[in-house]
C-alpha cells in the first residue's frame, strides 16, 4: 500500500509543476534517439500502432494550458489490427521531412503549428486541423499503415447585393504509408500537399495562389540483433517545393518557387541488459545529412535566383535509460552537430557566395513513473536539474517542461 500511495504522490506531484508545452517527452528525454523505440513512433511509423506495447492506449501531452498539447487513442478491434485517432497535431500534414537526429524528429506537436502557404504580398494562410486518422495490421510477422490527415479553412464576403467580394480558401492532405519487416526495420513513405488561393470580384476572379509539396522516404534497419546486442542504421530523403502566382488585374502574372532537398543517415549500436534486476538501454549513433536549396523570387526577373547547400559531418547522438527502482526510470540524452553552410546569390550579372560553419550542442533528462497500465513520462527543466527548485536555486521554470500520461486498456 505505502508503494502504491508513493507512486501516487510523486505521479501528482509531476503533473502540479508543468509549466511549459508539452510533446514527445519521452522522446525528447532521450534526446532524439531514434533507435530506442517508444510509442510516439507511431506518429512516423503508423503500421507500429498494432504492437502490443502500443496498441489499446490512450495518451495526452500536457502543455501550459488547455490549449496546448495533443492526444493520440490507438483503439485496435483485435491483435491484429489498430485504429488511431490524433488530435491537435501539426505533423498531421507536414511528414517528417529530411529529419533531425538531433533533438527530437517530430515537427508536430506544439501548439498546433501547421504548415502555411506563403503569397507573394508575403502574407500567409494556415488551415485548421480536420483529421488525423492512422490504420495498421498484421501481415504475419510483418506489418501494414497508414496514416491520413486533412486540413482546410475558408472566408468570404459579400456585399449588400449578395455578390462576392473578396475570399480565400486553403486545403491539404497528407498520405503515409509504412511497412515493417518483422523486427529487423520499419519504413515509410509520406506525401503533403497544402493548396491556398484569393479571389476577388463578382466573377471571383483569381488574384493569388500558394502551394506546398512535401515528399519524404525514411526508415530504420536493424543489421544485427543479439541478445542485448542491436546494430541500428536510420535513412531519411525529403523533397519539397512551395511556389506562389500573383494575379494582377494588368500586366503578366508573376510566379515564384523554392525546392528542397535533404538527405540524412546514422548508424550505431544499442545495448540493453539488466543489473540486480532493473533494466537499462543505451544507444549511441552518429550521422551525417546534407541539404540544397534553390528558389527563383520571381520568373519574370532574370538573374535574382539564389541557391544554398549544407552539410553536417559530424553528428551524433547518445541516450540511456536506467530503471531506478520498479516504478521510476531516469532517461537522459545529448547531441552534436558540426554543419557547414554555403550560400550563393545573385544580381544583375554578379554572383556572391558566401559559407560558414555552426556546430550545436544540447542535452535533455526526463523520468518515467510506471504504475502497472499506467505511466507518466516527464522531461525535466534544465534549470531544475541543475539549479533545483527556485526556493534554493533560484530557478522558476517548473519541475518539468514537458509531460505526458498514458493508459492502456
Known amino acids: 500500500m505505502f508503494n502504491q500511495l508513493s507512486r501516487a504522490l510523486v505521479a501528482l506531484l509531476a503533473l502540479t509543476f508543468v509549466v ?7 522522446r525528447t528525454s532521450l534526446g532524439g534517439n531514434m533507435l530506442m ?11 507500429l500502432m498494432v504492437k502490443k506495447a502500443y496498441n489499446r492506449t490512450l ?6 494550458d488547455q490549449g496546448v498539447g495533443n492526444a493520440l487513442l490507438i483503439a485496435g478491434p483485435d491483435k491484429k489490427s489498430a485504429i488511431g485517432i490524433a488530435l491537435h497535431r501539426s505533423d498531421s500534414i507536414l511528414s517528417l521531412g529530411g529529419g533531425s537526429y538531433n533533438g527530437s524528429p517530430e515537427l508536430g506537436m506544439v501548439n498546433n503549428n501547421i504548415v502555411p502557404v506563403v503569397y507573394q504580398d508575403g502574407t500567409t494562410a494556415t488551415a485548421l486541423n480536420i483529421a488525423d486518422l492512422m490504420y495498421a495490421m498484421k501481415q504475419g510477422k510483418n506489418k501494414l499503415g497508414f496514416r491520413l490527415g486533412f486540413i482546410g479553412n475558408g472566408e468570404s464576403s459579400t456585399n449588400s447585393d449578395g455578390d462576392h467580394v473578396s475570399g480565400s480558401s486553403i486545403f491539404g492532405l497528407r498520405l503515409s504509408a509504412g511497412y515493417s519487416i518483422g523486427k529487423k526495420g520499419d519504413f515509410v513513405f509520406d506525401f503533403a500537399m497544402v493548396n ?4 476577388a470580384g463578382e466573377d471571383e476572379d483569381p488574384v493569388d495562389d500558394a502551394s506546398v509539396m512535401n515528399i519524404h522516404v525514411g526508415g530504420r534497419y536493424f543489421l544485427s540483433q543479439k541478445k542485448g546486442f542491436k546494430l541500428g542504421t536510420l535513412f531519411d530523403i525529403n523533397y519539397g517545393s512551395l511556389g506562389n502566382t500573383n494575379y494582377p488585374a494588368m500586366g503578366d502574372d508573376t510566379a515564384s518557387n523554392n ?26 549513433h552518429g550521422h551525417f545529412g546534407f541539404n540544397s536549396t534553390s528558389s527563383e523570387p520571381n520568373d519574370q526577373q532574370d538573374d535574382d535566383q539564389t541557391s544554398g547547400s549544407s552539410v553536417m559531418f559530424p553528428g551524433f547522438n547518445m541516450a540511456m535509460e536506467y530503471q531506478i527502482f520498479n516504478w521510476m526510470a531516469f532517461r537522459s540524452g545529448a547531441n552534436y552537430s558540426y554543419v557547414i553552410n554555403n550560400g550563393t546569390s545573385r544580381e544583375a550579372d554578379d554572383a556572391t557566395t558566401s559559407a560558414h560553419g555552426t556546430a550545436g550542442f544540447g542535452w535533455n533528462a526526463g523520468l518515467g513513473f510506471l504504475m502497472d497500465n499506467f505511466r507518466i513520462d516527464g522531461t525535466l527543466s534544465h534549470g531544475m536539474l541543475t539549479g533545483g527548485p527556485q526556493f534554493i536555486g533560484g530557478n522558476a521554470n517548473g519541475l518539468f517542461g514537458l509531460v505526458s500520461a498514458t493508459g492502456k486498456f
Do not use: C, L, W
Not at 196 to 199: D, P
Open 20 to 26: 511549459s508545452v508539452a510533446h514527445a517527452d519521452r
Open 37 to 47: 523505440g517508444d510509442r510516439d513512433d507511431v506518429f512516423v511509423y503508423p503500421q
Open 59 to 64: 495518451s495526452m501531452d500536457f502543455g501550459a
Open 196 to 199: 491556398g488561393s484569393k479571389t
Open 259 to 284: 525546392t528542397i532537398f535533404g538527405f540524412q543517415a546514422g548508424f550505431g549500436p544499442v545495448y540493453t541488459g539488466k543489473i540486480n534486476e532493473k533494466k537499462y538501454t543505451v544507444a549511441f
